[in-house]
């Protein structure tokens, strides 16, 4: 049974680059079905899908963090990671990463979580 | 503002009905699928829908799903306090080449 945890650091000074990973276990990053991503959730707030990526490439991003984030897949250490730059007080979240079950976007739905982890941006 | 619309809240008592709908636009619900999900208090979100109305295994025949043009609406029936939690709407906005989420709905059960 796939599962996913999160890591990386809790706190991330302003201006500065988020960066986190996700280990998949139980099953191959590199499965034909998914899409692997992260959605971010501000103290008390929704949620936001930040992108996705295929383990070959293709990947999605939101368009309003479009110019600052970067999702890439490392098939050899079963993990896929995230790089948010330029942060902000504003990208203060919690930070899921997600598979999304489906190669075609329009039929996308997040299927498998993390547990979520959260990162502070302050100096 | 998020591009899909919830209402902040419903709530309901336990054993009743309770609706929550999701507005969007031809640009997102209108042709894609549309997925919800269940956020219990402190955990990571849970599929409770998907493809507009298909339930992971798992998932009770209580949660429901009735989509209509550019809205869809997720039905609980008899509801337990256990369904106290977020409820969240998502699909693909071809405009936006985006997942959008809704806004989020709050459900109390008193």
Redesign the interface.
């Known amino acids: 049974q796939l599962q996913l945890q999160e890591s990386g650091p809790g706190l991330v000074k302003p201006s500065e680059t988020l960066s986190l990973t996700c280990t998949v276990s139980g099953g191959s990053i590199s499965s034909s079905s998914y899409y692997w991503g992260w959605i971010r959730q501000p103290p008390g707030k929704?949620?936001?899908?930040i992108g996705?990526v295929y383990y070959s490439g293709s990947p999605?991003?939101?368009?309003s963090l479009k110019s600052r984030v970067t999702i890439s897949v490392d098939t050899s250490k079963n993990q896929f990671s995230l790089w948010l730059s330029s942060v902000t007080a504003a990208d203060t979240a919690v930070y899921?990463c997600a598979n999304?079950?489906n190669m075609i976007?329009?039929?996308?739905?997040?299927?498998l979580?993390?547990?979520?982890t959260l990162v502070t941006v302050s100096s | 503002q998020s591009v899909l619309t919830q209402p902040p809240s419903v709530s309901a008592a336990p054993g009743q009905k309770v609706t929550i709908s999701c507005s969007g636009s031809s640009s997102n619900i209108g042709n894609n699928y549309v997925s919800w999900y269940q956020q219990l208090p402190g955990t990571a979100p849970k599929v409770l829908i998907y493809d507009n109305n298909k339930r992971p295994s798992g998932i009770p025949d209580r949660f429901s799903v009735s989509k209509s043009g550019t809205s869809a609406t997720l039905g609980i029936t008899g509801l337990r306090t256990g369904d106290e939690a977020d409820y969240y709407c998502g699909t693909w906005d071809y405009s936006l080449s985006a997942w959008v989420f809704g806004g989020g709905t709050k459900l109390t059960v008193l």
Do not use: M
């Open positions: 929704g949620l936001e899908w996705s999605h991003y939101n368009p899921y999304a079950n976007p329009a039929r996308w739905y997040f299927d979580w993390g547990r979520g």
